[in-house]
């Protein structure tokens, strides 16, 4: 396990409600618990998720995001944005990458979780879902470059660099997370999305999760893109006049206050 890292702020990108809680829950659920602001971004309320006829698109997708709210409160997380792109149907389109942009500004997370923009023929029994790799492919692309460049879309607000990116749900990770302490609560999370998710399901997304921990602790596997060093303060993307000016004067106002 590496070393404890709990950044101020996180950011989650997913297609769908419950995809979080299939991923990375118990990490979010120890960060919460430690400070971290999260902010839930979920591309679409998975409005074509079901088989049960009394249910018609806009009924489920208000019962889905009601699941998806009260999964977040159970980790500690009470910023849910639902971009409602329908279910099914999303693609890596600018629309979307521009989206993403406009709430990485509007938060202006440390770190961004996202789903494998690689992940396509994961194992030998299941590929992997379009919207999955459709919000992976513009997440990562409304991260880096775009989020941080000042003259793409000004009129989303200052530029903001993400320092570091997890991909959760990765064929190649290379950072484990200990959930010990919030395995349970991860479980309760998947609960709540109850026109989904049956206690069978529940019970192997336990077992999956001891899996990841080699059988020694329960975890949560990520695979880790730094884009800023933890060691480095500030990147600065962009040097403009006005932080410039800025730091001068305080530079200024400090000899002054010594003289
Ligand atoms: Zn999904």
């Known amino acids: ?77 009470h910023d849910v944005e639902f971009l409602r792109h329908n279910d099914g149907e999303v693609m890596p389109t600018l629309e979307l990458r521009k989206e993403l ?11 961004v979780f996202s789903m494998d923009p690689t992940a396509f023929l994961s194992s030998s029994d299941y590929i992997n879902h379009p919207d999955h790799r459709a919000v992976a492919v513009a997440t990562v692309d409304a991260i880096a470059p775009v989020a941080s460049m000042p003259l793409m879309y000004p009129e989303l607000g200052a530029p903001h660099t993400v320092r570091e990116v997890w991909i959760q749900w990765t064929e190649r990770p290379d950072t484990w997370v200990d959930v010990s302490e919030t395995i349970d609560r991860k479980a309760d999370a998947l609960r709540q999305h109850r026109s989904q998710v049956s206690e069978e399901t529940v019970q192997m997304v336990r077992r999956w999760a001891l899996d990841a921990g080699k059988g020694l602790v329960p975890a949560e596997a990520f695979r880790v893109i730094t884009l800023v060093s933890r060691e480095q303060k500030e990147k600065p993307v962009v040097d403009t006049t006005a932080e410039q000016e800025l730091v001068q004067r305080e530079k200024a106002s400090e000899t002054t206050a010594r003289t």
């Open 1 to 77: 396990m590496s070393k404890e890292f709990i950044p101020s702020s996180a950011m989650v990108i997913v297609a769908h409600p419950d995809d979080i809680e299939f991923g990375c829950a118990g990490t979010i659920a120890k960060w919460t618990s430690r400070g971290t602001h999260v902010t839930y971004v979920i591309v679409t309320s998975g409005n074509i998720g079901t088989h049960d006829p009394a249910f018609t698109s806009d009924s489920l997708a208000e019962q889905r995001e009601k699941e998806q709210r009260a999964a977040a409160a159970v980790c500690g997380v």
């Open 101 to 111: 942009v406009r709430m990485i500004r509007k938060h202006k997370p440390e770190v």
